[in-house]
Every structure is written in structure tokens, then in C-alpha cells.
T-cell receptor, first 111, second 114 residues
């Protein structure tokens, strides 16, 4: 939706780092998530960050959160062809239980 | 353990027919969610169940859409008098409790209305 925005497309060479960006508008967001969707498949949870954290690292994944600017990013180190997919960021707000998703960023990894 | 499962994986129906989509959440998860993924609208929240509380139906697009959750486990999403704009992938997710917020998604049901 319009409350969470992502760029549409990212092309990256195998072995390089990928950075996927996301902006959101609601300052009451409690958790922010990154999901991966491969063709014909459901959403796979990659990682999440609580809103009082600035950074979270999990193997090849690094999440950075700038709460002041309402900006979230996902860095994938040593990107592989298997990382080609659509990546969605999502926020969960303090009120309610639903997730609000961005439109998704299609990542294409070229050999 | 087993993840969220959904059935059928694909459903093709004619305009005006009713359809039922099923979701089996992860065992022990008390919260269950339905979302819809379509080309024009992206990923949209539809409905949320938590234990025995009244469901949050705020995302249902019309009164043709309804859902129930029997015994606090399996859920069925029903679409009556389907329309072509209902064509989408319907995704179900579950989470352990309201406080354990991470939602795990099933593979989805692709609905095509001819």
C-alpha cells in the first residue's frame, strides 16, 4: 500500500551485495519485517526488527532501521542466484494486528 | 514442524459461483490471518482471528467475503457469487499469540474467476 513504499526492481551481480530499501509512514510501527517470495510460492519470513533497535544481523542479512527517517533497509551480502525473488517489507503498528506490506522489490541476480 | 498449509493450491471457478478456501495453521498458533495478493492491489489484509475473541474483519472488501475458524484451528474463507476482480492469490498466516507477532505464511491458494 501507499503507507509502505519500496523500489520496484533491483539488478545485482552474483557475489555483490544487494541493498533493498523501504520507507514507511506510521511512527507507531512496533515491528518491521522482511519477507521473500519466490515464483509460485508463499511468503518466507527472512528477518524482522523491533522498532527500538537500529540494526540486526543474521548471517548474510543485515537490517538497518532509521526510525527518525522511517527508513528500513535489507542488505544481502555475497548475493547468490538463489536470492532472486521478490522481497517485501512489512510493518506492524501498535494498534491492530495486521501487517501492512510494501509493493515488493523484484531482485534479479545475474551470474 | 509442519508449516501453514492451504488447500486447494489452485482453484478455477466461474463467475457467480461460491468458493471455499481452507487454511490449517501451525499447531499451537492461536492467531490466524488471511491476506490477498493481487496484481493491482499488492498484499492486502482481509481478516484476523485471535483465540475466542471476535475476529477483526476490517479488511474484507465486501459482504460476499466471510471467514470462520472452527475449534480455534482450521479456518475457511468463503467468497460468494465470485467476480472476476476476486481473482488473486489468497494467503493465510498464523502466529503463536498476539504478543509473539511473527506471522508465518502458507503457500497460498491461487483463485481464478472466469
Amino acid at each position: 500500500g501507499e503507507d509502505v513504499e519500496q523500489s520496484l526492481f533491483l539488478s545485482v551481480r552474483e557475489g555483490d551485495s544487494s541493498v533493498i530499501n523501504c520507507t514507511y509512514t506510521d511512527s507507531s510501527s512496533t515491528y518491521l519485517y522482511w519477507y521473500k517470495q519466490e515464483p509460485g510460492a508463499g511468503l518466507q519470513l527472512l528477518t524482522y526488527i523491533f522498532s527500538n533497535m537500529d540494526m540486526k544481523q543474521d548471517q548474510r542479512l543485515t537490517v538497518l532501521l532509521n526510525k527518525k527517517d522511517k527508513h528500513l533497509s535489507l542488505r544481502i551480502a555475497d548475493t547468490q542466484t538463489g536470492d532472486s525473488a521478490i522481497y517485501f517489507c512489512a510493518e506492524k503498528r501498535a494498534a491492530g494486528n495486521k501487517l501492512t506490506f510494501g509493493g515488493g522489490t523484484r531482485v534479479l541476480v545475474k551470474p | 514442524g509442519a508449516g501453514v498449509s492451504q488447500s486447494p493450491s489452485n482453484k478455477v471457478t466461474e463467475k457467480g459461483k461460491d468458493v471455499e478456501l481452507r487454511c490449517d495453521p501451525i499447531s499451537g498458533h492461536t492467531a490466524l490471518y488471511w491476506y490477498r495478493q493481487s496484481l493491482g492491489q499488492g498484499l492486502e489484509f482481509l481478516i484476523y482471528f485471535q483465540g475466542n475473541s471476535a475476529p477483526d474483519k476490517s479488511g474484507l472488501p465486501s459482504d460476499r467475503f466471510s471467514a470462520e475458524r472452527t475449534g480455534g484451528s482450521v479456518s475457511t474463507l468463503t467468497i460468494q457469487r465470485t467476480q472476476q476482480e476476486d481473482s488473486a492469490v489468497y494467503l493465510c498466516a498464523s502466529s503463536l499469540t498476539r504478543d509473539k507477532d511473527t506471522q508465518y505464511f502458507g503457500p497460498g491458494t491461487r483463485l481464478t474467476v472466469l
